[in-house]
């Protein structure tokens, strides 16, 4: 049974990702952050959105790919969590993408480790992939990945 789904798009380099829309409070732009010692080296820190402190956390980090450039400011995609809203940093926010289950496919054997657990499955596009982001997984920060 073909069955479609929402994703909110973002990129990292030229690799475009997707979380589930319901997952999105909102997109902002850069904010400044806070930095906090002794975090896990994928939080980049604390932002104030509204009052409300949300932790900021690089995705380029949290799965193991190069830094962004200094030159270049991320944009921020907010996603409610159990624990409340968190920032995930990205390079550049694309569209809302409706995705059908027929160009679902796992993730494939040749990725490894964490970032594995971290990566849903692939939706086939018409001229590239949309890898589905498991925003539980990548909220997951154990002490191993401290500074």
Do not use: W
């Amino acid at each position: 049974m073909n069955t479609a789904r929402q994703l909110c798009t973002f990129f990292l380099d030229d690799q475009l990702f997707g979380v589930d829309v319901h997952t999105v409070q909102e997109v902002i732009r850069y904010q400044e952050m806070t930095r906090v010692p002794l975090a896990p080296d994928a939080v980049s820190g604390l932002i104030n959105l509204r009052g409300q402190i949300v932790t900021a956390i690089d995705l380029r980090k949290r799965l193991g790919m190069t830094e962004r450039s200094s030159d270049r400011l991320p944009m921020n995609v907010v996603v409610r969590s159990d624990e409340g809203a968190v920032s995930l940093l990205v390079d550049q926010i694309g569209d809302v993408q409706k995705v059908d289950s027929d160009s679902f496919e796992r993730p494939p054997e040749t990725l490894r480790g964490e970032v594995r657990d971290m990566i849903g499955g692939a939706y086939k596009m018409k001229d590239r992939l949309l890898l589905l982001l498991e925003t539980h997984r990548v909220l997951e920060l154990s002490a191993e990945s401290r500074n």
